[in-house]
């Protein structure tokens, strides 16, 4: 049974298959408009969510599926009355042909996938893992600069629980000579964990204290928001704040992306800037998640 549960899951091949679907699909809208129209997805959003529940609604739709949603299923399904999640994939894999869940839990998705009843496509895994959302940050990188190999990468904001983060530097160490430079608040700062791994891979992370010691010529910087929902206490606003006099220090070519949304990070004054890329990112995002699911229920 085919899943998206991980980062870990891909290869540098396997990138390649779903960003050429990615491109066939928006290329070829019309071929693929009934795809999946003897299907029906299910969408479980325990967290709250614009762009990855709308988009993959709407990528179902697109390929003629049909859905069944719920929003707020922390709330409005049997899990608020105790039922695991386990047994909620095992009835919906009556109802349904593929399950797109996002939950607090960082295993939500492998518990999910245990079940072997159904594919599951992986929407937020609390603070661990965020992979669609990896993939259309990669597609953006790579339909913006033409290849991965070589990127300079900062990444910025919340690099403690900011899932999204987690997901694409994993997906970027399996290219060559790339280099990544964090810069956020001390009590946000990159898990060990996710700098050994990045070592293991040849990557030496950089720790950047200010915008004057990341590189001039960066090829993208990846800002992101403190997931203040994931911490108790006050650790104060981010610091560090691309507007428009910080942007114009960096090269015309880099190009500035965030998963959304954003709070105070990224100034709105760089919107009409042609590196803010952050709108366009999200849009690849449904050719991507389009792409996902035709994998995933076998009709690539
Ligand atoms: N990037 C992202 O996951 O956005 P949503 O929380 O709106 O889905």
Same mark, same amino acid.
């Given at each position: 049974?085919?899943?998206?549960?991980?980062?870990?899951?891909?290869?540098?091949?396997?990138?390649?298959?779903?960003?050429?679907?990615?491109?066939?699909?928006?290329?070829?809208?019309?071929?693929?408009?009934?795809?999946?129209?003897?299907?029906?997805?299910?969408?479980?959003?325990?967290?709250?969510?614009?762009?990855?529940?709308?988009?993959?609604?709407?990528?179902?739709?697109?390929?003629?599926?049909?859905?069944?949603?719920?929003?707020?299923?922390?709330?409005?399904?049997?899990?608020?009355?105790?039922?695991?999640?386990?047994?909620?994939?095992?009835?919906?894999?009556?109802?349904?042909?593929?399950?797109?869940?996002?939950? +607090?839990?960082?295993?939500?998705? *492998? @518990?999910? &996938?245990? #079940?072997?009843?159904?594919?599951? /496509?992986?929407? =937020?895994?609390?603070?661990?893992?965020?992979?669609?959302?990896?993939?259309?940050?990669?597609?953006?990188? +790579?339909?913006?600069?033409?290849? *991965? @190999?070589? &990127?300079? #990468?900062?990444?910025?904001?919340? /690099?403690?629980? =900011?899932?999204?983060?987690?997901?694409?530097?994993?997906?970027?160490?399996?290219?060559?000579?790339?280099?990544?430079?964090?810069?956020?608040?001390?009590?946000? &700062?990159?898990?060990?964990?996710?700098?050994?791994?990045?070592?293991?891979?040849?990557?030496?992370?950089?720790?950047?204290?200010?915008?004057?010691?990341?590189?001039?010529?960066?090829?993208?910087?990846?800002?992101?928001?403190?997931?203040?929902?994931?911490?108790?206490?006050?650790?104060?606003?981010?610091?560090?704040?691309?507007?428009?006099?910080?942007?114009?220090?960096?090269?015309?070519?880099?190009?500035?992306?965030?998963?959304?949304?954003?709070?105070?990070?990224?100034?709105?004054?760089?919107?009409?800037?042609?590196?803010?890329?952050?709108?366009?990112?999200?849009?690849?995002?449904?050719?991507?998640?389009?792409?996902?699911?035709?994998?995933?229920?076998?009709?690539?």
């Amino acid at each position: 049974m085919k899943h998206v549960l991980s980062s870990d899951q891909y290869t540098r091949e396997s990138l390649e298959e779903v960003f050429a679907l990615a491109d066939k699909v928006r290329t070829h809208q019309e071929e693929y408009k009934n795809k999946l129209e003897d299907k029906i997805i299910a969408i479980m959003f325990y967290e709250p969510s614009t762009r990855t529940r709308l988009s993959f609604e709407t990528a179902a739709l697109k390929l003629g599926a049909k859905i069944i949603t719920t929003e707020n299923a922390g709330e409005f399904s049997s899990a608020a009355k105790g039922e695991t999640i386990q047994d909620t994939v095992n009835v919906i894999s009556g109802y349904a042909d593929a399950l797109v869940i996002r939950h +607090k839990s960082v295993t939500s998705a *492998i @518990d999910a &996938a245990s #079940v072997e009843k159904m594919p599951i /496509l992986n929407a =937020g895994a609390g603070k661990g893992e965020h992979p669609t959302q990896a993939l259309l940050d990669l597609y953006t990188i +790579k339909r913006k600069r033409g290849k *991965i @190999d070589g &990127a300079k #990468v900062a990444i910025l904001g919340d /690099l403690l629980y =900011g899932r999204t983060i987690h997901s694409l530097i994993k997906l970027l160490s399996l290219y060559d000579n790339i280099e990544i430079y964090g810069l956020s608040k001390d009590v946000f &700062a990159l898990p060990q964990e996710y700098i050994d791994m990045l070592k293991s891979r040849g990557i030496e992370y950089k720790k950047c204290n200010s915008f004057d010691e990341l590189p001039k010529d960066l090829d993208v910087i990846y800002h992101t928001r403190i997931q203040a929902e994931r911490f108790e206490g006050d650790f104060g606003k981010e610091e560090f704040i691309i507007n428009k006099k910080v942007l114009d220090t960096f090269s015309s070519n880099t190009i500035l992306m965030h998963p959304l949304p954003r709070v105070i990070e990224i100034s709105t004054d760089v919107d009409d800037d042609p590196r803010a890329c952050y709108f366009e990112q999200a849009h690849n995002g449904l050719y991507v998640r389009m792409a996902l699911l035709l994998q995933v229920l076998d009709r690539a």
